[in-house]
């Protein structure tokens, strides 16, 4: 006799009567465990091999990822790593574990009795990891929050693959919720532009505000991805918050990988070019990034830097991510908020307290 096996992971037993519990899952790209060739191998291997991140043919892309890539690209970019790397490991999960832990606290001091916590989608502390262990803990429904302010299929619905799939092993699934994007959220905007204001009045004015972008290539954009619009009205708003004419500032995007066309104007030829016309100071910042990572650290504060001051440049500023500036805290948890409405998220009354209450008010009726 042939025995069937469930394709679903053992759960925990369902319990009748169970007191809905919400949970806020916030959500970024991810980071190899440390700078070493192995680990590095390990997360590109993942992230290169997602087929949103790259799509083209599979079959060929394999062959290449595993024949080609994998091979000679993670020690050159291990050493990039090490150039950023803290004592407490890699500046991207300090900062998105903090940011976690803030949104926790901005959140229960409203009265949310929610859990939050950070999940990365490639390498460790995995989506489905977190998703296990809230479901453990009771969890029936979860909010994914996403650390891309724009949307892109690259990134935030990549994000949400690993929670289908999650949802796709699972028995009784929670109700889920997502955000998708938040790029031209008037909070969000406001916080980048006081991380701005407040880099100027340390360390004065540039000539030109670079905008950084990640890039994805501009293939993207003609099959419909939002992603190159919604960089484009993220810098402009953030330029009118600073009262930035056209010629003040300018957008680019950064991170081409590959030979194929991205979009553009890319970063570091950019940079170049205002080095070689005589601008001698330039600030960049990065919106697209909500925490200081690799692609912030290194490839603009190291390398693009030196590209700008080769070209002629006299001064390069960068002004760091959001990080756990309090604005942005706020900022992003007001944002949760406003997509956790009608769900049962308060804390419950002390029952104590709710006990004296009733008793309080059936004693004044007794009297009247």
Not at 127 to 141: F, H, M, N, V, W
Not at 217 to 231: I, K, Q, V
Request: neutral net charge; proline residues 7%.
């Amino acid at each position: 006799m042939t025995l069937l096996t469930s394709p679903f992971a053992k759960e925990p037993p369902f319990q009748h009567g169970q007191t809905p519990r919400t949970a806020v899952l916030y959500c970024n790209l991810g980071t190899p465990d440390s700078p070493s060739t192995p680990d590095v191998r390990r997360f590109l291997s993942e992230f290169l091999g997602d087929p949103r991140v790259v799509e083209v043919p599979r079959l060929l892309w394999l062959l290449i990822l595993h024949g080609i890539i994998l091979r000679f690209r993670p020690a050159k970019s291990g050493a990039k790593y090490a150039s950023v790397w803290l004592p407490e490991g890699s500046p991207l999960k300090i900062w998105t574990e903090k940011q976690a832990k803030m949104l926790h606290g901005w959140l229960g001091q409203r009265g949310h009795q929610v859990q939050v916590r950070y999940a990365m989608r490639y390498g460790s502390t995995s989506i489905a990891s977190q998703l296990d262990q809230l479901k453990a803990e009771g969890t029936t429904r979860v909010l994914i929050v996403p650390a891309y302010p724009q949307y892109s299929a690259t990134t935030t619905a990549s994000l949400f693959d690993a929670v289908y799939d999650w949802a796709g092993k699972t028995r009784n699934i929670p109700e889920l919720r997502f955000i998708n994007h938040y790029h031209d959220d008037a909070r969000y905007i406001a916080a980048l532009a006081g991380r701005v204001k407040h880099h100027w009045q340390d360390h004065g004015r540039p000539d030109v505000l670079l905008m950084s972008f990640h890039g994805v290539p501009e293939r993207t954009l003609h099959l419909g991805d939002p992603y190159h619009c919604e960089c484009f009205k993220t810098a402009r708003l953030l330029a009118e918050h600073l009262g930035l004419s056209k010629e003040q500032y300018k957008v680019s995007f950064q991170s081409r990988l590959g030979r194929a066309k991205w979009l553009e104007p890319y970063t570091e030829p950019t940079l170049i070019d205002m080095g070689q016309a005589g601008v001698k100071r330039v600030d960049v910042v990065c919106p697209a990034f909500t925490s200081d990572c690799l692609e912030t650290l290194e490839e603009i504060n190291m390398e693009a830097r030196e590209a700008f001051l080769h070209a002629g440049g006299k001064e390069f500023q960068y002004i760091p991510c959001l990080n756990d500036d309090p604005a942005w805290i706020t900022a992003l948890s007001e944002i949760t908020q406003q997509h956790l409405q009608g769900w049962p998220t308060q804390t419950p009354p002390d029952a104590d307290a709710l006990a004296a209450s009733r008793a309080a008010a059936m004693a004044l009726g007794a009297k009247q």
